[in-house]
């Protein structure tokens, strides 16, 4: 009896921490598995960090622009 207690305490943290990741997976879900009514764009979706990823990567692709067009001036970036 005494071997079962000490492994109580053993089984406590693992089986805590696979509820605890059941747990969240299953309210992942249910933000996720509200219905689309169509293929989004970045920038015509309402979530704020994809409007901004889409702001994010037309400024890369400026700056690649440029980069190109500006061929005179020297790459910092390789001189280090």
Do not use: N, Y
Request: net charge positive; proline share 8%.
């Amino acid at each position: 009896m005494s071997e079962l207690i000490k492994l109580v305490p053993l089984l406590a943290c693992p089986l805590g921490m696979g509820a605890l990741m059941w747990f969240m997976m299953r309210a992942g879900r249910k933000s996720t598995d509200a219905p689309s009514t169509g293929p989004k764009t970045a920038a015509s979706g309402t979530d704020p960090r994809q409007q901004e990823l889409a702001v994010l990567r037309q400024q890369v692709d400026d700056l690649k622009q440029q980069m190109g067009h500006d061929s005179q001036t020297p790459d910092r970036t390789q001189s280090r």
